[in-house]
């Protein structure tokens, strides 16, 4: 039997919001250390990873490993049902093939419960090594959101360079150029709004925008956004969950004869 | 001659937005006890009600009895014409074809008149006959505004089934199924915030959720709204408006093999 | 060679949001007095001037007269990247084909800058005369952009007829007819509450409402709004832009056998 109590249930209506768009059927996975989710995008080039650790969660009983399939969809549209002071319960009975997300609202005047099939789906579990990064940039999140939009009106594809200065956000299109520059800026009155680059070497990849904006929709997840780049490996967009855990974004760079020209063939 | 001066205009506005979506064309009826209208919605399953009593109005003179024919639509686009400050006053000439929406704003700086053509409607007015009913559930209108979007997003039809302890709102469609249930709770600190049962006996019974979610939009002329339930009546959901009346909507329930599977075929 | 730098860059990303339905491609005109723009819409129907004075700017150098061309929607869509407290600075060497927009946030953390490829645009600059004006009202921008869009919803065309107790918008449709009167009035609170009305003689005038509505794209700029009436000119609707200069929109009234009907053919 598995029954998961969330107090802060805004928090699974908030990680359904920003994956929804990125992975149409999954199967979340329920041991004892947590509630997690490892997805490809449904064109298979983004790397979906969500960790809720079992901590996090005010009652977390899983008697045994499960894996439930579930149509992300379907499950968003339920969870847009919970109001964002609700209790979220998730609960699935023994070899059951649904799962049931029970809302209580705060005054336990309103209590509500979405029943929902799972479904059987084929995936295999990707290991992801931790790895070296060249560079790690740490930055408001709304800020890299705003960016990724507004390099969108321009062009493609954003060039990412980092220097121990700072990190450039470069794109090219029809209309033309645009570089945006953020200076590293540790000495901010709040924490969240600081820009933070460790830096082993200097480093200048580029990607799909189209991508970097669905990340993006994952921004009210967290007040800061962690950007980890490295020539030879994926790019990892982390959006922390307080407390709780993370979602990650995997996003292969694209590789151009001419790495300072975003401009798509 | 008529002339009805209404102070808080925006409830004339109000009630227009609310039933303009479910009725076309309808005869609004002046006599000396007030402005009321009684129409079907333009697929004649649902009845809509108005009552404006004239203690209501600053100003209510209607000389003789008078039924004018008004495309609700258009009605609507001139009323949003009105700031929601003005003071709103309708006029009609004896035997006159148009009638004449005139506005002040507070400053009376601005003044407006809009002229709108009568038509003629043929209409039988229903004698609604005061009858008893198995329970009346009185409850904040966002929230049940709020539960008729929701469960639109699992399936077509709501059981609403009331007991001494509260009313279950449930549906079911291809991704799963839902249960929403409100406790009665009447020791709130804002009254109208309370959910009040009062039942004889239990009722459980199926409507199309398309027609309540015409309904709420009445929401916004009423804090509450109370929803009376026979199993030999059509279901009345009523919106007061502030000490001048109300708007009701009749809507017969779907008579199903199975009541509780509220699935449409 | 070009710098001009706005410290309020906001009000740059106004004009653009104000013009650039109306006008596709326009010559911006540099040169020691300021930064201006005149340009016919696509239709050859309404004229805007724009002016933007080089004592507005925190730093303005012009070393020589020069004309730009721009597509307006490209810019706009440049500026749009710009924050609202952000200073625009508009950069051009001599003889270059491209200009540069930089945009530095309020605590030069993030430094941005958009190169655009310019046009090549054949345009005569119409020398507009001062002229005298038989009426001049000028009242609150967010009333006039209300009005007009209120009676677009009934007619296709308006009547602005001035007197001197107040200024009447009149329009007429197939639903009916609507008159909105403004009085004048001086002794409001505010200055930019007013409507003030200079009168030399009674007037009366008919124009699209399109296009007005899209002068009132503009609203954001200037909290009132100078309207100059004349019969044998084009009606000025002006928005000041404070201590800068302003955006001015000219559109010929539409001859009609008879002016007080508002009706299209």
Redesign the interface.
């Known amino acids: 039997m598995l029954e998961l109590r969330l107090v802060q249930g805004s928090l699974l209506k908030k990680v359904l919001e920003a994956i929804k768009d990125l992975v149409n059927d999954a199967n979340f996975d329920c041991s004892a250390t947590g509630f997690s989710l490892q997805a490809m995008d449904s064109s298979h080039v983004a790397l979906v990873a969500l960790l809720l650790r079992s901590e996090g969660f005010e009652h977390y009983r899983c008697d045994r490993n499960l894996s439930m399939g579930m ?1 992300l969809n ?1 499950m968003a ?2 969870l ?2 919970a109001g964002n002071d609700d209790i979220i319960t998730l609960k699935a009975d023994d070899g059951s093939d ?1 799962v049931t997300f029970m809302f209580e609202s705060p ?11 799972l479904m059987d789906i084929d995936s295999e579990h990707l290991g992801i090594p931790e790895a070296e990064y060249h560079a790690i940039v740490r930055m408001p999140s709304a ?1 890299f959101a705003r960016i990724c939009k ?2 969108s ?2 062009g493609d594809t954003v060039v990412i360079s980092v220097t121990k200065e700072g990190v450039k956000f470069s794109t090219r299109g029809d ?9 590293q ?1 540790t000495t901010v009155d709040k924490p969240e709004e600081a ?1 933070v680059i460790e830096m082993n070497e200097p480093v200048s990849l580029t990607f799909a925008l189209r991508y970097m904006n669905s990340f993006t929709k994952a921004t009210p997840l967290s007040n800061t956004v962690t950007i980890s780049l490295s020539s030879e490996l994926p790019v990892v967009v982390e959006y922390k969950i307080a407390e709780m855990g993370y979602v990650r974004f995997y996003l292969a760079p694209k590789i151009e004869e001419d790495e300072d020209d975003a401009k798509p063939e």
Request: charge should be neutral; proline fraction near 0%.
């Open positions: 149509n379907n549209k339920m847009r049902c649904t005054t336990q005047d309103k209590i509500s419960d979405f029943e929902m099939k800020e507004d390099l009106s321009i209309i033309g150029a645009a570089n945006i520059v953020c200076r800026n820009t």
